[in-house]
């Protein structure tokens, strides 16, 4: 099967920086798709960024200027870079994923477990 793996969580400053990192392992042979999502306590899941192989990227609009989503292929990890970060940016971070398992074009849908990000005013 498909794991996925986010790392690159923490606490940091207001005005710093973190970078996200989001790793498949198991049956991968690619990514397709890849979303951050963002989670605050009482808070809906919101979309944060994504990318679609072959290099679409959407960046929502209450982060933009700030984060940037780019991906490894060779590594198969999908990075989100963070920057000038706010207290409100507070939240535990998800990567939602669509993988191509093999060349018969079975694919894998999931998330990952999620990881803890903090700024601290």
């Known amino acids: 099967q498909v794991q996925l793996v986010e790392s690159g969580g923490g606490l940091v400053q207001s005005g710093g920086s973190l970078r996200l990192s989001c790793a498949a392992s198991?049956?991968?042979?690619?990514?397709?798709?890849v979303d951050w999502y963002r989670q605050a306590p009482g808070r809906q899941r919101e979309l944060v960024a994504g990318?679609?192989?072959?290099?679409?990227?959407n960046v929502s609009d209450f982060v933009k200027g700030r984060f940037t989503i780019s991906a490894d292929n060779a590594k198969n990890t999908v990075y989100l870079q963070m920057k000038s970060l706010k207290p409100e940016d507070s939240a535990v971070y998800y990567c939602?994923?669509?993988?191509?398992?093999?060349?018969?074009?079975?694919?894998?849908w999931g998330w990952g477990q999620g990881t803890q990000v903090t700024v601290s005013s």
């Open positions: 939602n994923a669509e993988v191509l398992m093999d060349s018969m074009g079975g694919t894998w």
């Open positions: 198991g049956s991968v042979l690619r990514f397709n798709t």
């Open positions: 990318i679609i192989r072959g290099g679409d990227i």
